[in-house]
Structures are given as structure tokens and as C-alpha cells.
């Protein structure tokens, strides 16, 4: 039998692949689509981050579901939606169909769906459908895609130049691997043999793009410019002390104390770049995995520090700069 899906559907291999386009299937238009998010996930963080940095805050609007819980071991019923007898704090409705999970999001387009009931996901209401799922898809499409319908700076706005292609694909290709995704294999790991061999590449790559940065001489991963390799690191980073160092046990450093660089590269983001303090909600972030990872935190306690979630003060002189890291189990 074959697998249903709404017509205009762009499902494949397991996810949603459509493309904001001019003269496409999905054109650029104010509105017209709408985006779930959750405000704890680095992966849905990408794409809010680029959606307030290309001005698209009132183009695409979005609705945020709660931290946790997340669903049990297959992930049903997953994401949740706040209500009147449920509340939680910058958290949302589902604005478009007062859905009480996001799983309904997907069953709307996929009614045999089978997978996990992830964020991001943007949704087009004009042809009822859902667009794309994959967050690294949506940041690479919305550099170019809104540019139609947007003016000025945000048009300009460009993350992804020609010129630098190269060299965001070589770093982003292992700072994806073995730092995005590398914190959740240490932090996932069933075993000790696991969390050894899979802790160390996350600091092994934290290692590499200290000196990175600094050799480029900030305040961004490739110098003076902003690139999507900036929106793609920060959403892991801006984590980094507050959660992977003590719930997912990635503690053989912390950005404040063993990266200068990192650290500095991290505040002036943060307390500089319009758009990064914005969407970065600690609670949320703190809350979802020390509620919602019960193997790990049995008890959902959640620790205070640190203190502040971001140090304030921003670098001015990067050549004063020395690089730091962490030495490396052997």
C-alpha cells in the first residue's frame, strides 16, 4: 500500500525537504507559512536565529512548544503544547490548530507517519502541507530564498558566500559531527566505553575552532564576517557550560574557563548581534534536559549555575587574544 501523504507533500527518505523559492512549489510569502519550534533545541535555535537575522520575525510566525515532557522511549506523544491548565512560560499555543501535541503536526501531512515528532518544522497554510523538517535544509534555503520579499540589510544579508563555501563545508562537516551531534553521543552513551571514545572528539573540536577563530582574528568563526557556521556553532556553545558540561558529563573543560577565545567569540554574539540573546531562553533550554531525560537525571533536578549563563563583557582588542583548549586524554 502506498504511503499517504498530502498532495504537495515533499516527504522523502523520512523527512520533508521542501524549498522556499521564487516561481517554486513554495513561494516566498508573508504569512503564508508558519514555523514550530522549541526554544530548547539547538536545531530549531539555527533556524529562529536566521529567521530574526534576515527580518522575517513578522513574515513567519511561529508557535513554541513546552520543554518537556518529550514521550517515552519511541517518542510518542512528544512536544507538547501549553494550555490554560498546563502553562509554561514563552511557551505557545499551536496558533494554527490548537494541536495539544506536535505529533498532530505530522499526522496533518502523514497520517502513517513513523518517525520522531521533531523540531523545526515549517508548515504552509496555503496548501495545508507540510514544508521541512531538516534544520540544516531550512538555515542553507532561507539565506537566499525571502530575498524577493525582503528590503535592504536583510537582503544583503548574505551567510553563506561563494567565496567562503569551501571552508564552511570543510569545518562545518566535523563541527557537526563531532561537536553539534558529538555532545548528545557522550551524553547518550549506554555505557563507559561509549561516553570515552565519544567524549573526546567534542573537545577535539572545541580545540580546533579555538584556534580558528583566533587565526581569523574574530569576532566571527571566519573573521570579520558572519557566516552560517556562526548560527550553527552558537546553539551549542551558548549550551555548552550551562547543560552538556554537567547532564551530558562533557566536562573535561568549559568555555568560560578553558577558551578564551570561544568565550569572547560567545559573549559578543550574545550581548552585541541583534537576534542571538533574543532567542536564547535558559530555562527552557535548562528545563528540557533535566526534565525530560530521566535515565539521566532520574530526580529533574535542575542546577542554578552557572552564574550569569553568559559572562558580559565584550572583547574589543582580539590580538590581545591567547588561544587556549584543554589537554586531551591520551
Known amino acids: 500500500m502506498a504511503s499517504k501523504t498530502k498532495p504537495g507533500s515533499t516527504f522523502k527518505d523520512g523527512a520533508w525537504h521542501g524549498q522556499i523559492s521564487k516561481g517554486g512549489q513554495f513561494p516566498p510569502e508573508a504569512g503564508r507559512y508558519h514555523l514550530y519550534i522549541g526554544l530548547f533545541c539547538p536545531f530549531a535555535h539555527r533556524v529562529n536565529l536566521i529567521r530574526h537575522l534576515k527580518g522575517l520575525t513578522t513574515t513567519i510566525p511561529i508557535s513554541i512548544v513546552k520543554p518537556y515532557p518529550k514521550g517515552d522511549s519511541t517518542g510518542y506523544p512528544g512536544w507538547k503544547f501549553p494550555s490554560s491548565s498546563d502553562p509554561y512560560a514563552g511557551a505557545t499555543p499551536d496558533h494554527l490548530f490548537n494541536s495539544p501535541y506536535m505529533h498532530s503536526i505530522y499526522f496533518r501531512d502523514k497520517p502513517d507517519y513513523k518517525g520522531r515528532y521533531s ?9 495545508d502541507c507540510l514544508v521541512n523538517n531538516e534544520s540544516l535544509e531550512m538555515l542553507r ?15 544583503e544579508l548574505d551567510l553563506y558566500p561563494e567565496e567562503l563555501r569551501g571552508r564552511i563545508e570543510e569545518i562545518g562537516e566535523w563541527m557537526q559531527s563531532d561537536l553539534n551531534a558529538g555532545v ?19 573537545f577535539e573540536a572545541l580545540n580546533r575552532l579555538e584556534k580558528i577563530i583566533h587565526e581569523n582574528g574574530g569576532p566571527y568563526v571566519l573573521g570579520e564576517r558572519l557566516t552560517e557556521l556562526d548560527l550553527r556553532l552558537y546553539p551549542t556553545v551558548v549550551r555548552f557550560d550551562t547543560v552538556y558540561v554537567q547532564h551530558f558529563k562533557c ?56 552564574i550569569p549563563d553568559v559572562e558580559k563583557g565584550v572583547v574589543e582588542d582580539w590580538s590581545k587574544l591567547q588561544p587556549g583548549g584543554v589537554e586531551l586524554p591520551k
Open 141 to 155: 534555503n532561507w539565506n537566499e530564498g525571502w530575498n524577493d520579499i525582503l528590503e535592504g540589510g536583510y537582503k
Open 184 to 202: 548528545y553521543k557522550a551524553g547518550f552513551a549506554p555505557d563507559q566505553e561509549t561516553y570515552d571514545k565519544n567524549v573526546v572528539p567534542v
Open 119 to 127: 523540531v523545526p518544522v515549517l508548515w504552509d497554510t496555503k496548501n
Open 251 to 306: 566536562n573535561l573543560g568549559t568555555i568560560r574557563h578553558d577558551y578564551p577565545v570561544l568565550n569572547a567569540w560567545l559573549r559578543n554574539l550574545y550581548w552585541n548581534v541583534e537576534g542571538f540573546r533574543e532567542t536564547t531562553d535558559f530555562r527552557h533550554i535548562k528545563e528540557n534536559y533535566t526534565k525530560s531525560h530521566g535515565d539521566i537525571n532520574p530526580k529533574a533536578i535542575t542546577p542554578m549555575g552557572p
